[in-house]
């Protein structure tokens, strides 16, 4: 009797564990099949270079499982970290810029539209050379790698379909392939050498073959100076172009053996000069025009718009049209460089502050060059100073 109502609670006990382990079951697994369906389908997006120099080596020090901050979620991050500093990052496939700026998190970034919905975003710059709408190729250069927002020394890129995909931590990550790692996502570790190569191939023209005179078969031989032109069903003889046509004469062959072809070296040609009455002028050299370095009737200005988010230079010149102009845009502790050749005699330089809205108390200093580089020391102004070889503006944001 004893024993019997000892064993019952017991028996309530083991059946209120199997009870709370099934609701567990329920519950974590219906959670980890809809993670892995969501997952799984995701396709990855490829044909991605490596956005560095062609042959240089990284690391991988960042991928989809270090960025995928909490398990719970319904989705994996896909980002990819390199651990770089301060190199070339060049686009990893041709699109259009569709923002660039500046993130608390990401810091600088550069984000670029493919055009087939998907959206490349480069953080962490510490500076770029890009600005929205300008259309970039594989391979092109669009920014220097750095540290600015929250993130040490590195490279931080992802693919997306979202729009803002400049800022961290989104769901809309795509897995990506790399033509250097094509089989799968890059993963911590990893070190690979970049592709993202210009490729010139060049091919060697094939040489015609001379053909060789068959035993038994006779070969009908024409005279040089033969006038009978072909007929429409004749087939055109291929001619090795280094040989002289002497040589494709064929003796008749004797049966029996097989005939070598005899070299007949040809008899020199003699030309009778004339003098003519009329003296042979020679035609002069045009000697190459001289680039323009010098602004003719040059003026500049800079000026704040859209609330001091872009700061703007306009130039003029009477000669500015088909000419190459150069820019230095300079700050306290930053510099940015531009090049354009105009197609007008007015050009404006747009959104110049490459790492977003202008600072405030900053005060900033632009010179322009015309088919060259400007001086960074140039004063401000300089236009009397050069001769109008420059001209140089300053503002400062309050």
């Known amino acids: 009797m004893f024993r019997d109502q000892k064993q019952k609670p017991r028996n309530l006990i083991s059946s209120l564990l199997l009870f709370f382990l099934a609701i567990i079951i329920i519950i974590i697994v219906p ?15 490829k044909g991605l270079a490596l956005p560095f120099d062609c042959d240089k080596s990284v690391n991988v020090s960042g991928d989809s499982k270090t960025h995928d901050r909490n398990d719970t979620k319904s989705y994996e991050r896909h980002a ?24 608390k998190s990401g810091g600088n970034f550069v984000l670029i539209d493919h055009k087939d919905g998907y959206y490349s975003a480069y ?4 500076s770029y050379s890009v600005k929205k709408g300008d259309k970039v190729k594989q391979g092109q250069k669009i920014a220097v790698s750095g540290n600015t927002g ?9 693919v997306s379909k979202y729009k803002n995909a400049y800022t961290t931590a989104t769901n809309n990550e795509y897995p990506m392939y790399f033509v250097e790692m094509p089989s799968r996502e890059l993963k911590v570790g990893d070190k690979l050498k970049s592709s993202n190569c210009v490729k010139v191939i060049t091919s060697t023209p094939k040489q015609p073959t001379k053909a060789q005179p068959t035993q038994g078969t006779e070969t009908p031989t024409t005279s040089p100076s033969s006038t009978t032109a072909p007929t429409s069903s004749s ?30 070296e040809p008899s020199p040609t003699l030309t009778l000069v004339i003098p003519s009455s ?57 510099s940015w460089s531009y090049k354009i050749t105009a197609t007008d005699n007015c050009y404006i330089f747009k959104d ?12 900033y200093q632009t010179r322009l060059a015309m088919n060259q580089s400007p001086d960074p020391d140039w004063p ?17 944001r309050p």
């Open 80 to 103: 990819v970290d390199f651990s770089v500093k301060k190199v070339n990052v060049l686009a990893m496939k041709s699109g259009t810029v569709a923002r660039t700026g500046y993130d």
């Open 31 to 45: 959670i980890s099949t809809v993670r892995a369906s969501t997952i799984q389908s995701r396709s990855p997006y």
């Open 235 to 264: 087939t055109p003889e291929i001619i090795d172009p280094s040989m002289n046509p002497i040589d494709t004469y064929t003796p008749t062959p004797t049966p029996g053996f097989s005939p070598t072809p005899e070299l007949v």
């Open 352 to 363: 110049t502050e490459g790492s977003g809205p202008a600072l405030t108390n900053t005060t």
């Open 123 to 126: 953080l962490h710059l510490a």
């Open 278 to 334: 009329t003296p042979i002028i020679p035609t002069p050299t045009i000697p190459e025009p001289t680039l323009s370095t010098t602004f003719i009737n040059g003026r500049s200005s800079i000026y704040f718009e859209n609330n001091y988010d872009s700061l703007n230079v306009k130039v003029c010149a009477d000669n500015l049209s088909g000419n190459k102009i150069y820019l230095l845009v300079s700050r306290p502790g930053k």
């Open 380 to 396: 401000i102004p300089c236009a009397k100073v050069t001769n109008f070889k420059g001209l140089c503006d300053s503002i400062a």
């Open 150 to 158: 929250n993130g040490v020394y590195h490279l931080h890129v992802s």
